[in-house]
Each structure stands twice: as structure tokens, then as C-alpha cells.
């Protein structure tokens, strides 16, 4: 089975832009969760989705957003950038239905963006 | 909100040495994962232990649910064990990550 994908790899953007980052779930995985990795802040949750619908979410501003496509990959959007957004973003993807109950997860190796 | 901490914060063993890195969380928790952070920055899934004691070669884990805490136990270590050590907690709605430990390990 293949892995989570996630593309691209590495992105660079100005402040003020928007940017669009894509998941490919593992094959038969329906819940898709997304990570905001930085040295200051760690690992942070920013939200989950499960069959097309956004089950959770973490404490970040509505500049994030995401959504979930019916074979399951899914994209996160930012918008209006701000040099604090760089960060390396990770999706994962599970079998279960609730990040935060009963799943384990699987990673993908990231998109680093850089916001200059 | 949960607070998850993670001890030691960094660790330097010899090849060959054994660890205990521990996580200690301050309410109680739907569910417990471990990650291993690779140089590339992967994460890959070690462990998931809300409760119980498992093994997988040379890593085992234990997590007291009851006490609030979980270890994973690291033995006879090699280089490619290097890395950061996650470990996260499902609480209310979301997954909560811990600082990590970072793991040198030399030959």
C-alpha cells in the first residue's frame, strides 16, 4: 500500500498570499487530520475530517481551512499569509473516525513552507 | 486544556546503551500515541497504548492511565534510533502533542 502523499514537498510565498496544500490519504483511510510543525509552538493540531465533513478542530484562525474530497484527499488552504505561518505541515491519515479517540495515525513527510 | 510534558528533553547515549524516555499528561485521556521523528522529518507511528504495556523488537511501551503517565523503553539503541520522540494524547477534540525528546545516539 502506498503511503500518505503529501505535495509539494517545499513552498515559498510573500506575505499577504494564499497557499493550497494536498493529502492523499493511505488507500480505504477516510479520516484525514492536519499539523502545523514549528520550533517555537512543536506539533500542533489544526483539524480533521472524516467522509467530506470537518469532525474537529484546533485553536487556529479562520485563515485556516480545509476541506475533504469524496475519495478522501484532502487540501488545506491558507490565507492572507503571515510570516509566522511558516512552518512544516503534516497530514495523517487513519482508518478510524476520531483523531482524537480511538485511531492510529499515519504521516506524510510534509510540505515546508516558507513565508517571506 | 491538557498539558503534556515530556522527559528528558534531549539525550546522548552511546550505541548500544538503553533509554526510558517518559510522558506525563495532566487529565485523563481518550487515547496515547508514540512517534519517532526521523532526521528527514517523518514521523512515523510507534506506538498506540492508551493503556497496557507493548512491544515491537527493540522498543517497548507502557502506559498507567490511572497515573497519568507513559514510557517508552528503548534497548540496545543504534545510530538510526536518532531522531525526536514524540508522544500525543487524544483529549476532548483534538490530539495533543508533547515538546518530544530528542535522541542522539553515537557510534
Known amino acids: 500500500k502506498a503511503g500518505v502523499t503529501q505535495t509539494p514537498r517545499y513552498l515559498i510565498k510573500t506575505r499577504g498570499q494564499q497557499v493550497t496544500l494536498s493529502c492523499s490519504p493511505i488507500s480505504g483511510h477516510r479520516s484525514v487530520s492536519w499539523y502545523q510543525q514549528t520550533p517555537g509552538q512543536g506539533l500542533q493540531f489544526l483539524f480533521e475530517y472524516f467522509s467530506e465533513t470537518q469532525r474537529n478542530k484546533g485553536n487556529f484562525p479562520g485563515r485556516f481551512s480545509g476541506r475533504q474530497f469524496s475519495n478522501s484527499r484532502s487540501e488545506m488552504n491558507v490565507s492572507t499569509l503571515e510570516l509566522g505561518d511558516s512552518a512544516l505541515y503534516l497530514c495523517a491519515s487513519s482508518d478510524g473516525t476520531d483523531v482524537a479517540t480511538n485511531e492510529k495515525l499515519f504521516f506524510g513527510s510534509g510540505t515546508q513552507l516558507s513565508v517571506l | 486544556g491538557i498539558q503534556v510534558e515530556q522527559s528528558p528533553p534531549d539525550l546522548i547515549l552511546q550505541e548500544g546503551a538503553n533509554s526510558t524516555l517518559r510522558c506525563n499528561f495532566s487529565?485523563?485521556?481518550?487515547?496515547l500515541q508514540w512517534f519517532h521523528q526521523n532526521p528527514w522529518g517523518q514521523l512515523i507511528n510507534l506506538f498506540y497504548i492508551p493503556s497496557g504495556t507493548k512491544q515491537n523488537g527493540r522498543l517497548s511501551a507502557t502506559t498507567v492511565a490511572t497515573e497519568r503517565y507513559s514510557l517508552l523503553y528503548i534497548s540496545s539503541s543504534q545510530t538510526t534510533d536518532s531522531g525526536v520522540y514524540f508522544c500525543a494524547v487524544g483529549y476532548g477534540n483534538k490530539l495533543v502533542f508533547g515538546a518530544g525528546t530528542i535522541l542522539r545516539v553515537k557510534s
Open positions: 487529565d485523563s485521556v481518550n487515547n
